[in-house]
């Protein structure tokens, strides 16, 4: 179990320091890898930016404390599920453009996560 948490936070150390640092330092380049073009250029580029920067941060936490920085994990499959569920299920079924690449990494870490994080911990 700890080992799958860990595997968890490192893919955020990569993939949040990622989306972080081009969001927040270089935001055309996040609005062509992250975004997908898709979305036109806006500062709220740099808010998603800060956001995963702090996801990144606490997820470098959790590589040492897997077990207590668990609810960065429980906050991941709230947002993502929210995300998919109110922003890209209807620009699918509507035909309108979505961040593809996004949607499919999303929809990968909701059906994992549930079967990583600690229930019994968070919830005891």
């Known amino acids: 179990m700890l080992l799958a948490l860990k595997c968890m936070y490192f893919a955020n150390v990569i993939v949040a320091g990622w989306i ?3 969001s927040l330092f270089s935001p055309t380049v996040a609005q062509r890898t992250v975004f997908s073009n898709v979305f036109a250029y806006s ?3 740099r808010l998603v930016g800060a956001l995963w920067g702090a996801i990144f941060i606490l997820s470098l936490v959790g590589l040492f404390y897997p077990k207590q920085m668990s609810l960065v994990l429980l906050f991941q499959l ?12 209807p620009a699918l079924m509507k035909g309108q453009a979505y961040p593809q690449g996004m949607a499919v990494t999303f929809l990968i870490w909701i059906i994992i996560l549930p079967f990583v994080i ?7």
């Open 78 to 89: 709230i947002y993502k599920s929210t995300w998919l569920l109110v922003a890209a299920l």
């Open 43 to 45: 500062e709220a580029i």
């Open 20 to 22: 972080s640092l081009t």
């Open 118 to 124: 600690p229930w019994q911990y968070l919830f005891k």
